[in-house]
């Protein structure tokens, strides 16, 4: 996430102060409230809790030219 103000020379609105940037795309123009947990960090304990817990599980992901992400962790029914 970064200031638009950096990215552009246009006046800003209200609401709209703040550019979230995937693999160097713009992707999405948010208000400076706004609050972003990156996927990694997200996901990486999701996962970890997985691990912890000795659940067999795999993994499905889905990304929507970097629009919107998504990981399902799919536990595996082994009784």
């Given at each position: 996430?970064?200031?638009?103000?950096?990215?552009t020379?246009?006046?800003?609105?209200?609401?709209?102060?703040?550019?979230?940037?995937?693999?160097?795309?713009?992707?999405?123009?948010?208000?400076?409230?706004?609050?972003?947990?990156?996927?990694?960090?997200?996901?990486?304990?999701?996962?970890?809790?997985?691990?912890?817990?000795?659940?067999?599980?795999?993994?499905?992901?889905?990304?929507?030219?970097?629009?919107?992400?998504?990981?399902?962790?799919?536990?595996?029914?082994?009784?």
């Amino acid at each position: 996430m970064k200031p638009l103000r950096e990215l552009t020379s246009m006046e800003l609105r209200r609401g709209l102060e703040n550019a979230i940037i995937s693999n160097g795309k713009i992707v999405n123009i948010v208000s400076k409230s706004y609050s972003h947990i990156p996927n990694e960090l997200f996901f990486k304990k999701a996962e970890q809790m997985l691990i912890d817990s000795r659940l067999d599980y795999h993994r499905q992901t889905i990304n929507r030219s970097d629009r919107s992400f998504s990981m399902d962790f799919i536990i595996e029914d082994n009784s």
